[in-house]
């Protein structure tokens, strides 16, 4: 089984939809959670970073981790065809771990 | 500032060959990490630097593979007998300390042919 399990989509949307992006994982250790937005031929960047469980909001994007479901999710508010990216989750146990990556979930935003 | 920058952008090769991938990571981060991604995968963990010293190089797949870091600064993933399954995008990403948000840069997409 691997440690982050992410569906790779691909997903097509409307422009304005609202976008949600999940991933799952098997290690109760992971503690800071990531997603990353990647365009073709480009290196991931980060979008947002959360520690433990919770909700975090930054202007369209909020990010929702549930440790005790081991279920973290991404959601996209009114989405733009520039948010067209492969979406990647990411997390870690902490110092001195590993970042584990999910395989990233394609997304087209439909003008 | 400047990011995170890999030279080169693109290297083809042939199976049995010797490579080096180039990193350069932002000003003053003292963690680097090396990642493979395939086609339709996330990055993989390679390698990962402290400074100088590689921290945990738990990830790289065989011996062909070496990295260094001599300076903690720039540093180079080695190669050696390339083969076919090497094909991939190799994926370098800076820190400013471990644990701390990872900037990455664009990439290495190396083709053994």
């Known amino acids: 089984q691997k440690e982050v399990e992410q569906d790779p989509g691909p997903l097509s949307v409307p422009e304005g939809a609202i976008v949600s992006l999940n991933c799952t994982y098997s290690?109760?250790?992971?503690?800071?959670f990531m997603w990353y937005r990647q365009y073709s031929r480009k290196g991931p960047e980060l979008l947002m970073y959360t520690y433990s469980s919770g909700n975090k909001e930054d202007g369209r994007f909020t990010a929702q981790v549930d440790k005790s479901s081991k279920y973290i999710s991404l959601f996209i508010r009114d989405s733009q065809p520039s948010d067209s990216a492969t979406y990647l989750c990411?997390?870690?146990?902490?110092?001195?771990?590993?970042?584990?990556f999910g395989t990233g979930t394609s997304l087209t935003v439909i003008p | 500032g400047a990011g995170v920058s890999q030279t080169p952008s693109n290297k083809v090769t042939e199976k049995g060959k010797y490579v080096e991938l180039r990193c350069d990571p932002i000003s003053g981060h003292t963690a680097l990490y090396w990642y493979r991604q395939s086609l339709g995968q996330g990055p993989e963990f390679l390698i990962y630097?402290?400074?100088?010293?590689?921290?945990?190089d738990s990830g790289l797949p065989n011996d062909r593979f070496f990295a260094v870091r001599p300076e903690g600064s720039v540093s180079t993933l080695k190669i050696q007998r390339t083969e076919r399954g090497d094909s991939a995008v190799y994926l370098c990403a800076s820190s400013l300390y471990h644990s701390d948000t990872q900037y990455f840069g664009p990439g290495t997409r190396l083709t053994v042919l």
């Open positions: 290690n109760s250790a992971f503690q800071y």
């Open positions: 630097f402290q400074g100088t010293g590689a921290a945990d």
């Open positions: 990411a997390m870690s146990a902490g110092t001195g771990n590993q970042f584990y």
